[in-house]
């Protein structure tokens, strides 16, 4: 039980670290985007699974990059989901022209160059229960477009009750105004990919609405919060498997699954249950808690079936479910929740999320 820092790049100038508890699970998070690279859990036979999604060693992530870039276990910021239209954003007064890295003027997971492509500084917190790491990374005025100096920090922390928990913070220290959102975006196979995809893994959601989006752009919250009931949406009235409706998305936008589901209308002041996720065939299940007030569901629907990962996994459409707590995507351009996402100079903004892994009941 304890953290363990690896190279993780030829010359270890990326690192990696091994979070422990006393049950033998083991969660690996390096400074190339705060990200989780593996999650290794005992399933209820006691044989070890590697649940996550992602690949062995840095030059094996750049390679891929030039493939597909799911944002595999990444931290993702300043600003998770799309922010439509990218080029006429409002903050602080002025209007900022955002990349625009998805066709029709949206930008996505904070740009070209996101956090998830950032190199962080990292600290060990706790060698005990929960063994902690924390990471942090300075957002320099003007990166990929957004305005202000930001610090940000995210805390890694592993319980002996297999929760993960994720604390971000994020502090203006120099400017007046800019616009902060940052999620995980780890993607999670309860069969440690033994079942190539996730269509057989049940999902329920303490989510009743989901955010409407536009008709010209499927991706693209208009602001309206809709009921998921009689919905191929509806997680919510009682658990169901990912691909009891799948079939009934156009393959040609969606594909599947990639919907804000609606939690609650603002972030709150504790964590709560806001999904739960589970195979029958190994009994894991996954419950996420969070303060957040929307979950982004997303069943992997682009991943290229060229990308292989660690132990030669070959992934591809719906491998991985990623479940992204955040606040409402979009917000910055839907003015009843515009300030969801503001942040200003000597304000901290908070966001606390835990995955925890234990067996069906």
């Given at each position: 039980?304890?953290?363990?820092?690896?190279?993780?790049?030829?010359?270890?100038?990326?690192?990696?670290?091994?979070?422990?508890?006393?049950?033998?699970?083991?969660?690996?998070?390096?400074?190339?985007?705060?990200?989780?690279?593996?999650?290794?859990?005992?399933?209820?036979?006691?044989?070890?699974?590697?649940?996550?999604?992602?690949?062995d060693n840095y030059e094996k992530w750049q390679e891929s990059l030039a493939t597909d870039d799911p944002c595999f276990g990444a931290t993702v910021g300043r600003v998770a989901g799309r922010i439509w239209p990218c080029d006429s954003v409002f903050i602080n007064g002025k209007t900022h022209v955002l990349p625009e890295n998805q066709p029709g003027k949206v930008c996505l997971h904070g740009g070209l160059k996101g956090f998830d492509k950032k190199v962080f500084g990292a600290q060990i917190v706790s060698e005990s229960q929960p063994a902690s790491v924390k990471f942090s990374y300075l957002s320099q005025d003007g990166e990929e477009g957004f305005p202000g100096e930001l610090?940000?920090?995210?805390?890694?922390?592993?319980?002996?009750?297999?929760?993960?928990?994720?604390?971000?913070?994020?502090?203006?220290?120099?400017?007046?105004?800019?616009?902060?959102?940052?999620?995980?975006?780890?993607?999670?196979?309860?069969?440690?990919?033994?079942?190539?995809?996730i269509l057989n893994h049940f999902c329920k959601l303490e989510a009743d609405r989901y955010m409407a989006t536009r008709e010209d752009n499927v991706m693209i919250p208009t602001g309206d919060l809709l009921s998921v009931k009689d919905t191929p949406l509806d997680f919510y009235s009682k658990p169901r498997s990912f691909g009891d409706d799948i079939d009934k998305f156009d393959k040609n936008t969606l594909r599947g699954y990639d919907h804000p589901f609606v939690v609650s209308e603002q972030p709150t002041e504790g964590i709560r249950q806001v999904a739960r996720v589970w195979s029958p065939l190994t009994d894991l299940q996954l419950t996420v808690l969070s303060d957040q007030p929307a979950i982004i569901v997303y069943t992997g629907n682009w991943i290229s079936d060229k990308l292989v990962g660690k132990e030669n996994t070959r992934y591809g459409n719906y491998a991985a479910v990623a479940l992204e707590?955040?606040?409402?995507?979009?917000?910055?351009?839907?003015?009843?929740?515009?300030?969801?996402?503001?942040?200003?100079?000597?304000?901290?903004?908070?966001?606390?999320?835990?995955?925890?892994?234990?067996?069906?009941?």
């Open positions: 039980m304890g953290v363990n820092k690896h190279n993780f790049s030829k010359g270890g100038s990326i690192e990696e670290y091994e979070l422990t508890n006393s049950k033998g699970t083991a969660v690996f998070i390096t400074t190339w985007g705060a990200r989780i690279t593996r999650f290794v859990v005992a399933d209820k036979s006691g044989k070890q699974r590697d649940i996550v999604a992602g690949f610090d940000v920090r995210v805390m890694f922390s592993l319980f002996d009750d297999n929760a993960l928990h994720i604390e971000y913070s994020g502090r203006l220290r120099k400017g007046t105004e800019t616009i902060f959102n940052p999620t995980n975006h780890t993607y999670w196979n309860l069969t440690g990919f033994e079942e190539p995809n707590t955040q606040r409402f995507p979009n917000a910055v351009n839907i003015p009843q929740f515009r300030n969801q996402v503001l942040l200003h100079q000597d304000e901290v903004f908070s966001h606390h999320t835990v995955y925890k892994v234990d067996y069906c009941v």
